[in-house]
T-cell receptor
Framework: DQQVKQNSPSLSVQEGRISILNCDYT??????FLWYKKYPAEGPTFLIS?????DKNEDGRFTVFLNKSAKHLSLHIVPSQPGDSAVYFC???????????FGKGTLLTVNP | GAGVSQSPSNKVTEKGKDVELRCDPI?????LYWYRQSLGQGLEFLIY????????KSGLPSDRFSAERTGESVSTLTIQRTQQEDSAVYLC???????????FGEGSRLTVL
């Protein structure tokens, strides 16, 4: 039972345009959400997070939006750069619990 | 280096053999996690260590899998009698404490022939 779903295995965008990566979850107990970025042959690295008490969190070119009623979050990258090409994982957890539940990831390709 | 270190980076083994994967966490990090990523899948939680507390082994897929950690140092993940479905990238992560940001290693890619 996939509690965190990333329904798009891949996404291709042009450099300078917006990239929107989507994530849905089914467990209503999740209240903290994270995005990780993974380059080939490297471990995932933390990108940005959001608590359920907020609906938006911004860090430079990266913004995460949370829609609790729809159990949906999205990561916006503006403007997209070729160096953003990587696999992006959405993850969620309950409170201060240590266990992260990950989605399957979305491969983002930013074309020059 | 200052990051999480894993070895070996690649391991090819024959079905039925035992393998041992090693993780060296960031110094001072009390929490250590093992995840695995099978082809086309997300990261699957395997086991969690926090200080000297009893580990959470709830994610281990079978009794062929075991892991140890001595104090707040190195951890080893052992897979006995490997099967082809064990082929995956095994990722170790550490964090300064419970619920903190996870810092991942580069992973150990296991291929079982």
């Amino acid at each position: 039972d996939q509690q965190v779903k990333q329904n798009s295995p891949s996404l291709s965008v042009q450099e300078g345009r917006i990239s929107i990566l989507n994530c849905d979850y089914t467990n209503s107990m999740f209240d903290y959400f994270l995005w990780y970025k993974k380059y080939p042959a490297e471990g995932p690295t933390f990108l940005i997070s959001i608590s359920s008490i907020k609906d938006k969190n911004e860090d430079g070119r990266f913004t995460v939006f949370l829609n609790k009623s729809a159990k949906h979050l999205s990561l916006h990258i503006v403007p997209s750069q070729p160096g953003d090409s990587a696999v992006y994982f959405c993850a969620a957890k309950v409170g201060s619990n240590y266990k992260l539940t990950f989605g399957k990831g979305t491969l983002l390709t930013v074309n020059p | 280096g200052a990051g999480v270190s894993q070895s070996p980076s690649n391991k090819v083994t024959e079905k039925g053999k035992d393998v041992e994967l090693r993780c060296d966490p960031i110094s001072g990090h009390t929490a250590l996690y093992w995840y695995r990523q099978s082809l086309g899948q997300g990261l699957e939680f395997l086991i969690y260590f926090q200080g000297n507390s009893a580990p959470d082994k709830s994610g281990l897929p079978s009794d062929r899998f075991s892991a140890e950690r001595t104090g707040e140092s190195v951890s080893t993940l052992t897979i006995q009698r490997t099967q082809q479905e064990d082929s995956a990238v095994y990722l170790c992560a550490s964090s300064p404490g419970t619920g903190g940001e996870l810092f991942f290693g580069e992973g150990s890619r296991l291929t079982v022939l």
